[in-house]
């Protein structure tokens, strides 16, 4: 009842930029939080970004001062901008949000997008 749709991805070059959206859609009572995920090949999931209905961030240490996150609670979609793009930031990069539904009652769950391919080339 709650799905979320990412969009944006592709193939870089190093020092480029790239622009991740994601929006929710559903029965959507409150967004509580916001977030980033990416997973390399034969890596773990990791948080790169999130972003908490009070506007509080927190970022993974290598990607502080190049990828900044934003949330519109009205629109319920989050944006990933990643500057000065590495190739150590290929991954497949998935959002996250942290959202209460209404169905019969009140429901907080992880919602997860579909994922979307970052490759970026030397």
């Known amino acids: 009842q709650v799905q979320l749709v990412e969009s944006g991805g592709g193939s870089v070059q190093a020092g480029g930029s790239l622009r991740l959206s994601c929006i929710a859609s559903?029965?959507?009572?409150?967004?509580?939080?916001m977030g980033w995920y990416r997973q390399a090949p034969g890596k773990e999931r990791e948080l790169v970004a999130e972003?908490?209905?009070?506007?509080?961030?927190k970022y993974l240490d290598s990607v502080k001062g190049r990828f900044t996150i934003s949330g519109d609670n009205a629109k319920r979609a989050v944006v990933l901008q990643m500057n000065s793009l590495k190739p150590e930031d290929t991954a497949v990069y998935y959002c996250?949000?942290?959202?209460?539904?209404?169905?019969?009652?009140?429901?907080?769950?992880?919602?997860w997008g579909q994922g979307t391919q970052v490759t970026v080339s030397s």
């Open positions: 996250k949000e942290t959202i209460t539904r209404m169905g019969g009652g009140f429901y907080t769950n992880d919602y």
């Open positions: 559903g029965s959507i009572f409150r967004i509580n939080a």
């Open positions: 972003i908490t209905s009070n506007g509080s961030a």
